[in-house]
């Protein structure tokens, strides 16, 4: 569900509706409240404070719905430099499951290898210029790539062991890159993801790659 662009565009927008209608509830409440102040002190016996707690109440329920927009809002993607995705990574088929991410002159380039059993690699790369040639290593290896749009590429391909597959991309200007990527199924482990020259692994995942 995370790889579909609309509910990403759901997961991003739903916070600040949420806010808005919260907000304008608020202000809807305080109005009725001050307006109307004198009917309420009628009617309730008790000290006229208690208004003023209430009003109280509800703005710390609006305060703990803006402390939670970053939790709705999705996932935090860890930000890999230029300089930590330079050069290409050792790659050992059959000797290691994971990514190798790195970026030369070429463009970036993206592999994935299977250490002891078939495994399924799939994943969403979302561009922030537009994407100019993408080609994939291994046409005889099950799966696909392809653009959607000129955007966004998407891929799906199972490698075997001893099996290496990828993809290569040309993104002329390209700043920004943010990945992700699964093996089956699931987000790989920060042990699974190799980058640049030096094969580092990321802090965090989901990735946000600085092209330049």
């Known amino acids: 569900m995370i790889h579909n662009k609309y509910w990403q565009a759901f997961f991003a927008l739903s916070p600040i509706i949420i806010l808005f209608i919260m907000m304008l509830g608020y202000f809807v409440f305080l109005f009725s409240i001050l307006s109307n102040i004198p009917e309420l002190e009628q009617a309730h016996d008790g000290p006229p404070e208690l208004i003023i707690e209430w009003i109280g109440s509800f703005f710390i329920v609006i305060f703990l719905v803006i402390l939670s927009l970053p939790v709705l809002a999705g996932p935090k993607h860890f930000t890999a430099g230029a300089g930590q995705i330079k050069g290409k990574p050792a790659i050992e088929a059959g000797k290691q499951t994971g990514y190798f991410i790195w970026q030369d002159k070429d463009g970036l380039h993206l592999r994935w290898t299977a250490a002891e059993k078939p495994l399924l690699y799939t994943g969403r790369i979302d561009l922030d210029k537009p994407l100019k040639e993408i080609s994939r290593i291994k046409e005889n290896v099950g799966g696909w790539a392809k653009s959607h749009g ?14 290496i597959d990828g993809i290569d991309l040309k993104i002329p200007g390209g700043r920004k890159a943010q990945l992700l990527i699964d093996i089956d199924g699931k987000p790989p482990t920060t042990e699974q993801v190799f980058l640049g020259e030096k094969s580092a692994n990321p ?9 330049r």
């Open 150 to 163: 000129n955007r966004i590429v998407l891929f799906s391909s199972t490698v075997r062991p001893n099996d």
């Open 203 to 211: 802090k965090g995942l989901p990735l946000r790659l600085l092209l």
